[in-house]
């Protein structure tokens, strides 16, 4: 990866260190036969995908450091107030509220999903390369093992040099 002004050195060396440690779990799944190379290649999937986070933050903060206007978040009710029970339905509590549309706060911290459909909404990112990164985002999400309706143990080289293939293409754009 190209040093460069665009990313904080602490984040520079996180990537860095973890593109070693993809290095060091293919290794591995290169020595093994089986499950076994499932896993290392999990593993390093993980990994990769943290990256490709973290790449797609950086494109997304220099995009508005440029000037770009974040849209607008979702519309929250506050103060609401029940209606009378002659207007109730019995099924459903109907109320009334005020309405306020939310101003989205980019931090370090939002959600990698987040960060990929602002990317897309902005035509930052294509529709492909949103829906390569989703992917990349749901393959990330399975390490939630309670979500899983499946056995989860089918990774493979190609998985990951699919999202290798994302994070040659982000850095591209950094």
């Known amino acids: 990866m190209p040093t460069t002004n665009h990313i904080p050195t602490v984040l520079e060396n996180n990537i860095r260190w973890h593109i070693e440690q993809i290095a060091v779990q293919v290794g591995h799944a290169d020595r093994v036969k089986g499950r076994a190379k499932s896993g290392y290649y999990k593993v390093a999937i993980l990994l990769a995908a943290a990256v490709v986070e973290a790449l797609a933050h950086i494109i997304l903060v220099r995009e508005?450091?440029?000037?770009?206007?974040?849209?607008?978040?979702?519309?929250?009710?506050?103060?609401?107030?029940?209606?009378?029970?002659?207007?109730?339905?019995?099924?459903q509590l109907l109320a009334i509220c005020k309405r306020r549309q939310s101003i989205f706060k980019l931090t370090k911290k939002t959600d990698f999903a987040i960060v990929n459909k602002i990317s897309y909404d902005l035509n930052i990112f294509s529709n492909a390369f949103f829906k390569r990164l989703e992917w990349i985002r749901a393959t990330r999400n399975n390490i939630h093992l309670q979500g899983l309706d499946r056995i989860d143990r089918s990774y493979t080289k190609r998985q990951l040099d699919s999202v290798g293939y994302a994070i040659d293409k982000l850095i591209d754009k950094i």
């Open 64 to 91: 508005l450091n440029k000037g770009v206007a974040l849209p607008k978040g979702p519309w929250e009710c506050y103060e609401s107030h029940s209606l009378p029970q002659s207007y109730q339905s019995g099924t």
